[in-house]
């Protein structure tokens, strides 16, 4: 260890991860006291990993956090996350953020002030690549375009802003890719919640635990899409038809549109939502190079309605990956399952029932009957802890119905996988 490098040492210690544990390492002789002085580039603090925390004042663990800053030159990255802890005073979190803005590359920033600190302010016209910021508040942003330079990931949770400032934080970061907004308390101006944002360089946006009437945006770049847990009257994506992936899980929309030209959709993931599959379907069907397709916990909007296995043959040829799990109606079930496409290059098959019954069982094998090069089968399913005899004899037909089936699809791994 003694022919280490200081720089090498310096790279050990910036991925133990946890302040503390740096400020161990580096008092093991003089040589790791100088590494940690003048070559830790990342340091983290964080209340939920180490419990001392929790057995200090606020005005302690500023000090020990100032100490442990102040003994540094050139961080690169900086995390401080309280999630537990009480006020911090403003000008000992101004005094940490000052002295390593002009380095500073990443800052992970949960600190509960009185008053609040301004990040932008602060941390504007630097060298900053990533931003991650958790209950805080953000108010009146200038519009300046090079507020920002280099920011290429943004993450904003449980903040308080206004729509406005919203888009104007945005267009002050012109090389922004990744956006994350979680919990977003956005200040109204009038009765309509309305957000509009507008990025040219995004690509990717996370968008969880939020309601609006309105939620638009522009990103001629963006490839990934995930809407989780939102409550919206209207979504819409204006691109020119980037989007790579999409994903939405338990969202309540009214109206959703991610845009007409989407020919180069790989992944749709949609849990926990209800369908117009006529509409739905419309939406997605130009996308022929789609290589998954997860409709999991859906619902549709019309009882008559059902998945078509025929459809989707045919308008995705290069599916890989396909997971359905929705209720299995008797009398229109069978709609689903005419035609006589094949999925050919679908390899690996997720199948859940809400009800297991009869018609899952032939369900499963006219779909294994349109997978001809199937390899994986993934059965999900959700079993009761209190079972009456009819029960426990429907999974046991079950059981015997499956281990028939797949002796005639010996090539084809299985798995079961209940709740």
């Not at 069907?285 to 998945?307: P, T």
């Not at 009456?388 to 084809?412: D, G």
Request: hydrophobic content about 45%; some cysteine; aromatic content about 8%.
């Amino acid at each position: 260890m003694e022919h280490l490098p200081v720089e090498v040492i310096g790279n050990i210690l910036s991925r133990l991860g946890g302040a503390r544990d740096v400020v161990i390492a580096s008092a093991t002789c003089r040589k790791w006291r100088e590494a940690s002085r003048k070559h830790l580039h990342t340091l983290a603090f964080n209340s939920n990993d180490l419990p001392p925390y929790r057995d200090i004042t606020p005005k302690q663990l500023e000090i020990l956090i100032t100490q442990t800053i102040f003994q540094t030159t050139g961080l690169q990255g900086l995390s401080i996350l309280m999630d537990d802890v009480d006020e911090f005073s403003a000008s000992t979190v101004i005094a940490w953020l000052m002295y390593t803005r002009e380095t500073l590359r990443r800052l992970f920033y949960n600190v509960r002030t009185s008053p609040n600190v301004n990040i932008l302010e602060i941390c504007g016209r630097q060298k900053l690549e990533t931003l991650a910021l958790a209950h805080n508040s953000i108010t009146g942003v200038e519009p300046n375009f090079q507020r920002f330079p280099c920011l290429k990931s943004l993450s904003l949770s449980h903040v308080s802003i206004s729509a406005l400032d919203l888009s104007l934080l945005l267009t002050a970061c012109p090389k922004l890719e990744s956006l994350e907004l979680v919990n977003l308390e956005i200040a109204m101006s009038d009765a309509q919640v309305t957000v509009e944002l507008s990025c040219p360089t995004l690509k990717s946006i996370y968008v969880e635990a939020i309601s609006l009437d309105k939620f638009m945006l522009e990103a001629d770049s963006i490839e990934r899409l995930h809407l989780r847990d939102c409550a919206l009257e209207l979504f819409e994506l204006i691109g020119i038809g980037t989007l790579k992936y999409f994903k939405i899980d338990d969202v309540s929309v009214i109206h959703l549109d991610i845009g007409e030209t989407i020919d180069n959709l790989e992944v749709v993931d949609v849990s926990n939502f209800t369908i117009i599959w006529p509409k739905f379907y419309q939406m997605i069907s130009r996308s022929s190079k789609l290589r998954k397709l997860r409709l999991w916990d859906v619902a549709f909007d019309d009882e008559d309605e059902v998945v078509d296995l025929e459809t989707i043959a045919v308008c995705f040829p290069r599916l890989k990956h396909l997971a359905l799990s929705y209720e299995l109606r008797d009398g229109v079930m069978h709609y689903g399952l005419q035609g006589s496409s094949n999925l050919e290059n679908v390899m690996v098959l997720e199948l859940g029932w809400t009800v297991i019954n009869d018609l899952f069982s032939h369900w499963v094998e006219e779909l294994l009957k349109r997978c001809p090069n199937l390899r994986k089968m993934i059965i999900f399913g959700s079993v009761s802890e209190v079972k009456s005899h009819e029960e426990c004899q429907i999974l046991a037909n079950f059981t015997s119905s499956i281990v028939q089936l797949m002796r005639k699809y010996m090539n084809v791994e299985v798995h079961f996988e209940f709740e």
